[in-house]
């Protein structure tokens, strides 16, 4: 079992709620401006997300062996994703906040691009946790799971700063991105079973883990008690909460190469 990367799993879950909130904001725009491009996004909205980046990027540093170096982490553009990841998200930040303090770049346009910008920082990060050394998540999965983290919390923090007709909407959002997240994260150990002796062995350590199952229970949970029409106060906390330990098992429970090394298979 790895470390649980505690750092890591604050950064990126925050800094993906964040995406989601921002997507879940363009998308309301798209539905209620008519066309008209005219629409806002709500200033508040958008400096919650700028906090759930900042908030991240803080707990993230605490990953780092000295944090006055972060800045060097910028310094491999073309050929580390790590540079990469940093620059993408550096930049999603900077656009939230111009918009913030700029109310023409809260028009629809403006968001739009944000939340393609936010997502594509997300499959950038996904490609930093997919390394070679690990079988089982050198491939697209880390996106998946990455771009299923903010289509949970997105509807829920996005709830706040609905009006109320957009409120449905947004239960509809939470409950389809909960029951895709459900059966992938219930199919993936099963179909890692099926491959080379690492990800046998992947598959095996979440399938054998009382927290992975604890987590398909809190996941499930979610999905039950996601019904009416508006949002519940608590159901944020209960997504972050089942976010925030899957992340963790995707951190701790994935085998490395290296325990197979000098056995025949």
Not at 84 to 99: I, Q
Not at 213 to 226: E, F, M, N, T, V
Request: aromatic residues 8%; charged residues 10%.
């Amino acid at each position: 079992m790895n470390s649980m990367e505690l750092p890591l799993v604050i950064f990126t879950v925050l800094s993906q709620g964040a995406v989601g909130l921002v997507a879940l904001t363009a998308a309301r725009q798209w539905a209620s401006d008519g066309g008209s491009g005219m629409a806002q996004a709500p200033r508040t909205a958008w400096l919650t997300a700028v906090a759930l980046l900042a908030l991240g990027a803080f707990a993230a540093m605490f990953h780092l062996g000295h944090m006055g170096g972060a800045v060097r982490t910028l310094a491999n553009l073309e050929s580390a994703w790590l540079s990469r990841e940093g620059l993408a998200l550096g930049a999603t930040g900077a656009l939230l906040l111009a918009g913030y303090l700029s109310p023409g770049l809260r028009a629809r346009g403006a968001t739009t691009v944000a939340a393609v910008l936010g997502v594509t920082a997300v499959l950038v990060t996904s490609m930093t946790y997919a390394p070679a050394g690990f079988p089982a998540l050198n491939n697209a999965l880390p996106g998946v799971f990455f771009l299923l983290t903010a289509a949970v919390l997105g509807p829920a923090l996005a709830a706040p700063f609905l009006p109320d007709a957009h409120q449905p909407a947004a239960m509809r959002a939470l409950r389809a991105a909960l029951l895709v997240s459900l059966v992938i994260n219930l199919v993936v150990p099963c179909v890692w079973l099926s491959g080379g002796t690492v990800m046998r062995l992947t598959g095996e350590a979440f399938l054998t883990a009382p927290l992975y199952w604890l987590r398909l229970a809190l996941l499930g949970a979610s999905y039950a008690l996601a019904r009416g029409g508006r949002m519940p106060a608590w159901m944020l906390p209960l997504l972050a909460a089942q976010e925030l330990l899957g992340r963790a098992l995707f951190f701790m429970l994935p085998v490395h190469a290296s325990v197979n090394i000098g056995n025949p298979f």
